[in-house]
């Protein structure tokens, strides 16, 4: 019996292609994302500025912080994967958030419950 032959390179990529054009807008933009992250040694992550909105028929007034379900992000279109923001937080950006986190907060800036009044 004839020993297997390896894949062609061309075999293999037109796997490669059909592998790429499988991928959802999801991975697309988190692919992005690792490749910006990883151009800046600097950084040591992103803050999420917009998210993505719920479904327009999705009108529960429940509080959905506090659950955590998974989501299948395969659904997520392009249009919507377009509108997420993020900032890239570097030491210098995070120190300057926590200076102004305990600025706007006073003596409440490392509690685990706060209180908000009127009293700024």
């Known amino acids: 019996m004839p020993p ?3 894949a062609s390179a061309s075999t293999s990529a037109k796997g ?3 592998a790429k054009k499988k991928a959802t807008p999801y991975d697309e933009f988190f692919e992005e994302y690792d490749k910006v992250m990883k151009r800046n040694p600097k950084n040591l992550g992103g803050m999420i500025i917009r998210g993505i909105s719920k479904a327009e028929g999705d009108d529960s007034d429940e509080d959905d912080e506090d659950e955590e379900e998974e989501q299948d992000t ?3 279109t392009a249009e919507q994967m377009a509108s997420l923001r993020y900032v890239f937080i570097t030491q210098k950006r995070e120190d300057k958030l926590d200076e102004m986190r305990r600025f706007i ?3 409440q800036a490392n509690d685990s419950i706060m209180m908000f009044n009127t009293s700024f």
């Open 16 to 18: 490669a292609k059909a």
């Open 4 to 6: 297997k032959r390896k």
């Open 74 to 76: 395969s659904k997520y």
């Open 105 to 107: 907060l006073g003596s």
